[in-house]
T-cell receptor, first 113, second 114 residues
Framework: DAKTTQPPSMDCAEGRAANLPCNHSTISGNEYVYWYRQIHSQGPQYIIHGLKNNETNEMASLIITEDRKSSTLILPHATLRDTAVYYCIVRVAVGGSQGNLIFGKGTKLSVKP | KAGVTQTPRYLIKTRGQQVTLSCSPISGHRSVSWYQQTPGQGLQFLFEYFSETQRNKGNFPGRFSGRQFSNSRSEMNVSTLELGDSALYLC?????????????FGQGTRLTVV
């Protein structure tokens, strides 16, 4: 079973920030938080990942709480093309298998004009 | 650089037949994983190959098998197809090493069993 809990759906107005929450209360000290998204009928796309510090890249920001039991993915200026299912995944850190991702049901984000 | 390439993109098969799907990873990636996606079960991990060896396996029956070649290309095979095998099959490749990294997915093969 997935180790994360996400709301099934969210709406966001175009141009506004989209804040997608994820609960991972059983996360272990050596597990990272990863975010992927899947636009309809395409393969999932990597967005960002982090361990305990906040992270930012050209796509999004990841805010992880100090106790690491939850995180928020922030899309600063959502566009219609950001409409997708967003998956929050926790996985073991360095070395070993990188390919075994356990996907939950994700959050379906709908960006509206 | 070229992304993960899966062939064919679409496939229609009859119950009882077998099917082989192909995945070419990103150049330099030695890990290849396969996933099945259905509306009911979502994205489920099938298996992972690294250096021609199966390293992890999900909870699927033995009808689902795979292999990886020396050039890291991978194939998965499903024998004795059932209607419930209709799904989008996704392949992902990733680098190996000390640094934690991400998986890159292909566009998938949509299999329809009739």
């Amino acid at each position: 079973d997935a180790k994360t809990t996400q709301p099934p759906s969210m709406d966001c107005a175009e141009g506004r920030a989209a804040n997608l929450p994820c609960n991972h209360s059983t996360i272990s000290g050596n597990e990272y938080v990863y975010w992927y998204r899947q636009i309809h009928s395409q393969g999932p796309q990597y967005i960002i990942h982090g361990l305990k510090n906040n992270e930012t890249n050209e796509m999004a920001s990841l805010i992880i709480t100090e106790d690491r039991k939850s995180s928020t993915l922030i899309l600063p200026h959502a566009t219609l093309r950001d409409t997708a299912v967003y998956y929050c995944i926790v996985r073991v850190a360095v070395g070993g298998s990188q390919g075994n991702l356990i996907f939950g049901k994700g959050t379906k984000l709908s960006v509206k004009p | 650089k070229a992304g993960v390439t899966q062939t064919p993109r679409y496939l229609i098969k009859t119950r009882g037949q077998q099917v082989t799907l192909s995945c070419s990873p990103i150049s330099g990636h030695r890990s290849v994983s396969w996933y099945q996606q259905t509306p009911g079960q979502g994205l489920q991990f099938l298996f992972e190959y690294f250096s021609e060896t199966q390293r992890n396996k999900g909870n699927f029956p033995g009808r689902f098998s795979g292999r990886q070649f020396s050039n890291s290309r991978s194939e998965m095979n499903v024998s004795t197809l059932e209607l419930g095998d209709s799904a989008l099959y996704l392949c992902a490749s990733s680098l190996e090493g000390i640094r934690n990294t991400e998986a890159f997915f292909g566009q998938g093969t949509r299999l329809t069993v009739v």
